[in-house]
Structures are given as structure tokens and as C-alpha cells.
């Protein structure tokens, strides 16, 4: 199934770019994020993100 980025978005606000994997994961679970969320951001590679659109295309890239 593929994560939609709107929802990916909703749960990323507060994160202080640039943010690494870890910090966004963080971000989102504490934000309530579903699983399927989660999921996709722990499916990220390890690597800093600039911006809420670069996590968005870096999950893109995973479909």
C-alpha cells in the first residue's frame, strides 16, 4: 500500500530541518502517526532530511 504524503505531512510538523531518520520517526510517533505512517518512515535510509518534501520523495522512491 502506498502512504499517502498528505498524511505523511500531517505528522510531521515541529520537525527542525535538517532532521535525520530518527528524528523524523520520533516526530511522527509522537504525533499519533498510524502504522502505516510509521512504517514508511522506518523504511527510510539513513540520511539526513532537508524539508517535509524531501521525506515525502525519499518514501516515494521506496514504491
Avoid: C, W
Avoid at 510538523?13 to 523524523?24: I, L, W
Wanted: charged share 25%; glycine share 8%.
Amino acid at each position: 500500500m502506498t502512504t499517502n504524503p498528505i498524511e505523511v505531512q500531517k505528522h510531521l510538523s515541529g520537525v527542525d530541518y535538517p532532521a535525520d531518520k530518527d528524528d523524523v520517526v520520533s516526530a511522527a510517533e509522537s504525533q499519533g502517526a498510524s502504522d502505516d505512517v510509521l512504517d514508511a518512515l522506518r523504511a527510510l535510509p539513513d540520511r539526513s532530511f532537508e524539508s517535509p518534501t524531501d521525506v515525502s520523495g525519499a518514501i516515494g522512491d521506496q514504491g
